[in-house]
Antibody, heavy 121, light 110 residues
Framework: QVQLQESGPGRVKPSETLSLTCGVS?????????WGWIRQPPGKGLEWIGS???????YYNPSLKSRVTISLDMSKNRFSLKLSSVTAADTAVYYC??????????????WGHGTLVTVSS | QSALTQPASVSGSPGQSITISCTGT?????????VSWYQQHPGKAPKIMIY???NRPSGVSNRFSGSKSGNTASLTISGLQAEDEGDYYC??????????FGGGTKLTVL
C-alpha cells in the first residue's frame, strides 16, 4: 500500500520560505507517476499547487508559479515543496499526493494526512 | 484559472440517491474526460472516489458513479448511507495542463 507523510515546520514567518517534505513508502517514486502538492486553507476548499514527474516535467498553479518549486529526491524516495515570500494567505493544511497524470488525466489517488502550516510572526 | 462551480450543499435521506454537479468551461470539464471526485470527512485527507469522469478506484463502493454532459460533470451516490456524509470536491484537467478544483459541496444525510 502506498503511504505518504508530510513533514516540516508548523509555523513560518511572513516573507520567509515554506519548506515541506513528503516521504513515500510502499512505492518507488522513480518507478513513475507524478507527485504533487495540494493545500486547503482552514474552513475552505482544495487548491492544487503543482505536480512533478521523475523526468523533471513539472506543472504549477499559475497563481503560485512564481513562488513555488517542487523537487524529487529519488535516493530518499521523497519529494519537496518550497513556497517563497509567504503571507497569511498561505496558511493552510498542505497535502502531498500521488498524481495519476502519467496514465491519463491528473487525479490524486494516494494522499498524506496533511500538515498545518501557519504563517505568523 | 477559476474554480469549478459546485452547489454549496446537498442533502438526502438514507437509501435515496443524490447528484452533485460540477460546472466548468470548454477549457476544462467540457474539453477533456479528466474529471475526478474526492470525498473528505472532517479532519481527514480527501479520498479519491472517481477519476477520468467515470472510473472507480479499487475499493470504492459501486454506489458512487460519475458522468459528464457538456461542461458539467456529475457525481451520483445511490443508496445513501450515513457514512457518505462529508464534503465532496470535483477537479478537472485544464487546457494549460493545470488542475482546477471545485469549491466543494457539503453532503448531509438526513
Amino acid at each position: 500500500q502506498v503511504q505518504l507523510q508530510e513533514s516540516g515546520p508548523g509555523r513560518v514567518k511572513p516573507s520567509e520560505t515554506l519548506s515541506l517534505t513528503c516521504g513515500v513508502s510502499g512505492y518507488s517514486i522513480s518507478s513513475g507517476y507524478f507527485w504533487g502538492w495540494i493545500r486547503q486553507p482552514p474552513g475552505k476548499g482544495l487548491e492544487w499547487i503543482g505536480s512533478m514527474y521523475l523526468s523533471g516535467n513539472t506543472y504549477y498553479n499559475p497563481s503560485l508559479k512564481s513562488r513555488v518549486t517542487i523537487s524529487l529526491d529519488m535516493s530518499k524516495n521523497r519529494f519537496s515543496l518550497k513556497l517563497s515570500s509567504v503571507t497569511a494567505a498561505d496558511t493552510a493544511v498542505y497535502y502531498c499526493a500521488r498524481d495519476r497524470r502519467a496514465l491519463a488525466g491528473p487525479a490524486f489517488d494516494f494522499w498524506g494526512h496533511g500538515t498545518l502550516v501557519t504563517v505568523s510572526s | 484559472q477559476s474554480a469549478l462551480t459546485q452547489p454549496a450543499s446537498v442533502s438526502g435521506s438514507p437509501g435515496q440517491s443524490i447528484t452533485i454537479s460540477c460546472t466548468g468551461t470548454s477549457s476544462d470539464v467540457g474539453g477533456y474526460n479528466y474529471v475526478s471526485w474526492y470525498q473528505q470527512h472532517p479532519g481527514k485527507a480527501p479520498k479519491i472516489m472517481i477519476y477520468d469522469v467515470t472510473n472507480r478506484p479499487s475499493g470504492v463502493s459501486n454506489r458512487f458513479s460519475g458522468s459528464k454532459s457538456g461542461n458539467t460533470a456529475s457525481l451520483t451516490i445511490s443508496g445513501l448511507q450515513a457514512e457518505d456524509e462529508g464534503d465532496y470536491y470535483c477537479s478537472s484537467y485544464t487546457s494549460i495542463s493545470t488542475v482546477v478544483f471545485g469549491g466543494g459541496t457539503k453532503l448531509t444525510v438526513l
